[in-house]
């Protein structure tokens, strides 16, 4: 029986991980090109939270001009990696925030960074998820991250109409819509989708802003319709069972818009 050195196997199978890693840039970049030549192109996608990027390359190749943001030096260090070759992607490393701060904390969970937040989880959530037997959530770190306020960086760079704002912020969503209110108010965005606390249930994060979807409805109800609730991707008409939940997306679209 031939014998295999230990050392050619382990650089045979780098070899293979290696080409795979580049077929999938590859056909990740085929897939993209092509697809933006299918669809007709929107002007500008505004996604806060990219987390790894999951949703977003869902859209991404719709636009004309996208702008994403990240606050995890980690996770936003993979994503600058994976549109650098989009020029019509801008990925932004800082926490999108109530107003510009060149340091805020942010609290990095031991989950990926799927629930890593600019404000701590609540027990009670921690204690409900436990009911349900869920893996405990824990902070791993706490690091200093910038913080900007959206509509001054869109103003600074001349975007003044969003076709679609999408953001998942862990509990900050409906405090970072309401620094948008000239847009808002102007019927200056197309659709929103933002995840919400549902049945006014309270914010999962300690000392973190209200972020209820009664709190939405108040800022948006004079112009937009609520269209989508449940969890992405969404769609329109659709309303899932999202009771037994802390919080869900929900999309609302301009009126007549």
């Given at each position: 029986?031939?014998r295999y ?22 056909f ?22 990219l ?24 996770l ?26 060149d ?12 629930s890593?937040?600019l ?137 007549n818009g």
């Amino acid at each position: 029986m031939t014998r295999y050195p230990i050392r050619s196997i382990r650089v045979s199978k780098l070899v293979d991980i290696a080409f795979l890693r580049l077929s999938a840039d590859w056909f990740f970049l085929k897939w993209t090109f092509l697809k933006r030549r299918q669809a007709p192109q929107k002007d500008v996608l505004v996604y806060i939270g990219l987390n790894r990027g999951a949703g977003f390359r869902r859209l991404f190749h719709k636009y004309k001009t996208c702008y994403g943001f990240e606050a995890s030096p980690a996770l936003f260090k993979g994503l600058t990696a994976a549109y650098a070759r989009f020029d019509w992607v801008h990925v932004v490393n800082a926490a999108v925030t109530v107003n510009n701060v060149d340091e805020i904390p942010f609290y990095v969970t031991d989950n990926d960074g799927a629930s890593s937040s600019l404000y701590p989880l609540k027990k009670e959530w921690h204690r409900s998820r436990a009911k349900k037997g869920c893996k405990a959530i824990a902070i791993r770190e706490t690091i200093k991250i910038r913080g900007i306020l959206l509509p001054e960086f869109l103003e600074d760079r001349g975007v003044h109409e969003i076709t679609d704002y999408v953001s998942d912020i862990e509990g900050m969503d409906l405090a970072v819509l309401n620094t948008m209110k000239a847009f808002i108010d102007g019927k200056r965005i197309q659709t929103i989708t933002c995840e919400a606390s549902t049945h006014d249930m309270t914010n999962r994060h300690e000392g973190c802003h209200d972020n209820s979807k009664s709190g939405f409805l108040h800022v948006l109800g004079h112009n937009y319709d609520l269209v989508a609730e449940g969890f992405v991707p969404l769609r329109d008409g659709v309303f899932e069972n999202v009771t037994d939940s802390w919080s869900a997306d929900c999309r609302w679209r301009l009126r007549n818009g």
